[in-house]
């Protein structure tokens, strides 16, 4: 170890003697595969081994009366020397874990060891210094912090399959995908989605883009406003990171840029300051990429204590935003046609209702939340020849534009049948057959209803629909009971009909199902409540079909609503 090694220490000392054998200790000490350091009183060396010079980097014959400090600085040296002092004081062995740095490694990576401190003294008693066993566990470090980070990857992985995309809903997933990777990945994170058949402003500009959704920490809240509200449209230069994100369909990272590097990354080049005032020195930009390009792009952002983006950490969001676009996309497409779907079903509807003048009609259309597909409810009123007037109300089975372009073709079909001078139990009969020669694939419930002011009667005819609501001045609401024929496009070509005395005044509700099911409640005690609420056959019709609209909470109701009330007038 060389003559800087060999003059006379706390080793040399503690262990003369008779039951000593220094030669034998030295060789022990010398060949040990764990780094072995001897300090003195004051803290410097006196002796270390060749194993734990080749970890410091230094010669062993440089350690020797020098401190901790002046061979390794890159250690938390006032931590190890505090335990150093604290096993000299009280001669109880101690176990320290110290990271940091060494010039072996040239690297600049953090390292590990574990070491373990002994107190020497001499057979008197008389404190020497203090011996340390060093062993470096780098490699066992990295090994658990790769495995944790893997767990924490997959744990994530898992959290995204149950947390995004819990609804069709655009704006709720993309806020579902920043709640995620805030604050476990980032400080701030915001998504932007591109603008569809928009076009840029100016030759040259790049896609627009609309802010869906932005989380940030608790610290940072008026910071996410410098990125603009939700909601909020921008067209970001062509030189930031969004920008090329989009172009290049890549992450772009930015750990630490410079001023004009943060002017370029940036939105506009106007932010760099503001940037800067807060504390955000990173950030990444991942594309929301889809099998048809890209959608959007997921932004992170970190600041004050957090660290730059990792490969790991870009892989992870990578992995993330790509789950999250299918999700997205998925929840565009049901938008898109949910929204078509609604359009068409109204335009469908919006043509004017026309019962005989002693016939007072009012009817309402109802689409279901956000949650549900429109589907093909509607509702009719048409004067017939002689003073009479034909009432329908029917819901095509299924959901979409294929159901609402059905309803369509019923209702069109109802029409044209009605004009034939037919009853209600033959109109049907007439559809079933009609809609087997068609071949509509559809189901659809039905219920058709004749007034005849001047018979005085009223006659219905079901097609699985649900019963028509009778209100009589004096006699309260009731059902009216029909046959139980099957839905139209069901296969059964014959339906009966049920004739009733209808007086001045009183009122006819039709409703499709939407108005009473609610799932994991009887139907029949939905009808009971229908049937028991306030509704005035001298009422305003309008009214009563808010008082049923309300009373039974439609507005949250599962699936469409279509409501026609019709009164006979004095």
Same mark, same amino acid.
């Given at each position: 170890?060389?003559?800087?090694?060999?003059?006379?220490?706390? @080793?040399? +000392? =503690?262990? %003369?003697?008779?039951? $000593?054998?220094?030669?034998? &200790?030295?060789?022990?000490?010398?060949? /040990?595969? *764990?780094?072995?350091?001897?300090?003195?009183?004051?803290?410097?060396?006196?002796? @270390?081994? +060749? =194993?734990? %010079?080749?970890?410091? $980097?230094?010669?062993?014959? &440089?350690?020797?009366?020098?401190?901790? /400090?002046? *061979?390794?600085?890159?250690?938390?040296?006032?931590?190890?020397?505090?335990?150093?002092?604290?096993?000299?004081?009280?001669?109880?062995?101690?176990?320290?874990?110290?990271?940091?740095?060494?010039?072996?490694?040239?690297?600049?990576?953090?390292?590990?060891?574990?070491?373990?401190?002994?107190?020497?003294?001499?057979?008197?008693?008389?404190?020497?210094?203090?011996?340390?066993?060093?062993?470096?566990?780098?490699?066992?470090?990295?090994?658990?912090?790769?495995?944790?980070?893997?767990?924490?990857?997959?744990?994530?992985?898992?959290?995204?399959?149950?947390?995004?995309?819990?609804?069709?809903?655009?704006?709720?997933?993309?806020?579902?995908?920043?709640?995620?990777?805030?604050?476990?990945?980032?400080?701030?994170?915001?998504?932007?989605?591109?603008?569809?058949?928009?076009?840029?402003?100016?030759?040259?500009?790049?896609?627009?883009?609309?802010?869906?959704?932005?989380?940030?920490?608790?610290?940072?809240?008026?910071?996410?406003?410098?990125?603009?509200?939700?909601?909020?449209?921008?067209?970001?230069?062509?030189?930031?990171?969004?920008?090329?994100?989009?172009?290049?369909?890549?992450?772009?990272?930015?750990?630490?840029?410079?001023?004009?590097?943060?002017?370029?990354?940036?939105?506009?080049?106007?932010?760099?300051?503001?940037?800067?005032?807060?504390?955000?020195?990173?950030?990444?930009?991942?594309?929301?990429?889809?099998?048809?390009?890209?959608?959007?792009?997921?932004?992170?952002?970190?600041?004050?204590?957090?660290?730059?983006?990792?490969?790991?950490?870009?892989?992870?969001?990578?992995?993330?935003?790509?789950?999250?676009?299918?999700?997205?996309?998925?929840?565009?497409?049901?938008?898109?046609?949910?929204?078509?779907?609604?359009?068409?079903?109204?335009?469908?509807?919006?043509?004017?209702?026309?019962?005989?003048?002693?016939?007072?009609?009012?009817?309402?259309?109802?689409?279901?939340?956000?949650?549900?597909?429109?589907?093909?409810?509607?509702?009719?009123?048409?004067?017939?020849?002689?003073?009479?007037?034909?009432?329908?109300?029917?819901?095509?089975?299924?959901?979409?534009?294929?159901?609402?372009?059905?309803?369509?073709?019923?209702?069109?079909?109802?029409?044209?049948?009605?004009?034939?001078?037919?009853?209600?139990?033959?109109?049907?009969?007439?559809?079933?057959?009609?809609?087997?020669?068609?071949?509509?694939?559809?189901?659809?419930?039905?219920?058709?209803?004749?007034?005849?002011?001047?018979?005085?009667?009223?006659?219905?005819?079901?097609?699985?629909?649900?019963?028509?609501?009778?209100?009589?001045?004096?006699?309260?609401?009731?059902?009216?009971?029909?046959?139980?024929?099957?839905?139209?496009?069901?296969?059964?070509?014959?339906?009966?009909?049920?004739?009733?005395?209808?007086?001045?005044?009183?009122?006819?509700?039709?409703?499709?199902?939407?108005?009473?099911?609610?799932?994991?409640?009887?139907?029949?005690?939905?009808?009971?409540?229908?049937?028991?609420?306030?509704?005035?056959?001298?009422?305003?019709?309008?009214?009563?079909?808010?008082?049923?609209?309300?009373?039974?909470?439609?507005?949250?109701?599962?699936?469409?609503?279509?409501?026609?009330?019709?009164?006979?007038?004095?």
């Amino acid at each position: 170890m060389g003559e800087a090694n060999s003059r006379p220490g706390p @080793v040399d +000392e =503690a262990v %003369a003697g008779p039951a $000593g054998d220094l030669r034998l &200790l030295r060789q022990i000490l010398d060949r /040990a595969i *764990v780094g072995v350091a001897v300090l003195d009183t004051e803290l410097r060396y006196t002796y @270390v081994n +060749e =194993a734990l %010079a080749q970890v410091n $980097g230094v010669a062993a014959e &440089l350690h020797v009366g020098r401190r901790i /400090a002046e *061979v390794v600085p890159g250690i938390n040296v006032e931590a190890a020397e505090a335990e150093l002092r604290a096993v000299m004081a009280d001669g109880v062995p101690r176990h320290h874990t110290v990271e940091g740095t060494t010039a072996a490694d040239p690297s600049g990576e953090l390292r590990w060891w574990h070491n373990a401190y002994n107190r020497l003294e001499t057979p008197a008693g008389e404190v020497l210094g203090v011996v340390g066993m060093v062993l470096e566990i780098t490699e066992d470090r990295r090994i658990r912090r790769a495995l944790d980070r893997a767990r924490t990857r997959l744990a994530l992985l898992d959290e995204a399959a149950t947390r995004i995309g819990t609804t069709l809903d655009v704006q709720l997933t993309c806020k579902e995908l920043t709640r995620l990777l805030v604050p476990r990945l980032t400080d701030i994170a915001v998504v932007d989605m591109v603008e569809g058949g928009e076009r840029p402003e100016r030759p040259g500009d790049g896609p627009r883009l609309r802010r869906l959704a932005m989380s940030t920490t608790p610290t940072l809240v008026k910071a996410g406003r410098e990125f603009g509200a939700t909601g909020s449209t921008h067209s970001p230069q062509p030189s930031s990171a969004a920008a090329r994100c989009l172009a290049e369909q890549r992450p772009v990272v930015s750990n630490l840029p410079a001023d004009d590097q943060l002017a370029a990354d940036a939105p506009d080049a106007d932010r760099v300051a503001r940037y800067r005032r807060l504390g955000m020195h990173s950030a990444l930009c991942v594309p929301l990429a889809v099998r048809e390009g890209v959608i959007g792009v997921v932004n992170l952002v970190r600041a004050g204590g957090s660290p730059p983006f990792s490969q790991e950490d870009v892989d992870l969001v990578e992995e993330l935003a790509r789950r999250a676009a299918n999700s997205i996309n998925n929840a565009q497409r049901y938008a898109h046609e949910h929204e078509t779907a609604l359009v068409l079903q109204r335009a469908l509807l919006s043509e004017r209702t026309r019962p005989h003048g002693d016939v007072e009609c009012a009817g309402r259309y109802l689409p279901a939340g956000k949650t549900a597909e429109v589907g093909g409810d509607w509702f009719d009123s048409m004067a017939l020849p002689g003073g009479r007037t034909l009432l329908v109300v029917g819901d095509v089975m299924g959901h979409g534009l294929e159901a609402a372009a059905t309803m369509g073709e019923y209702r069109s079909l109802m029409r044209a049948l009605a004009f034939q001078g037919w009853g209600p139990e033959k109109i049907l009969s007439e559809a079933q057959r009609t809609v087997e020669a068609l071949g509509l694939d559809r189901v659809a419930t039905c219920v058709v209803a004749e007034i005849d002011p001047t018979a005085g009667t009223l006659t219905l005819a079901g097609a699985g629909h649900l019963p028509p609501l009778l209100l009589r001045r004096g006699l309260g609401a009731q059902f009216v009971e029909l046959p139980g024929d099957p839905p139209l496009g069901a296969g059964v070509g014959h339906y009966r009909g049920t004739t009733l005395t209808l007086s001045p005044g009183s009122v006819l509700l039709l409703y499709t199902d939407g108005l009473v099911e609610r799932r994991g409640e009887d139907i029949e005690l939905s009808l009971e409540s229908l049937a028991a609420l306030d509704l005035d056959p001298d009422a305003p019709l309008e009214r009563l079909l808010d008082t049923a609209l309300t009373g039974l909470a439609a507005v949250r109701a599962e699936d469409d609503v279509a409501l026609l009330a019709a009164r006979l007038r004095r």
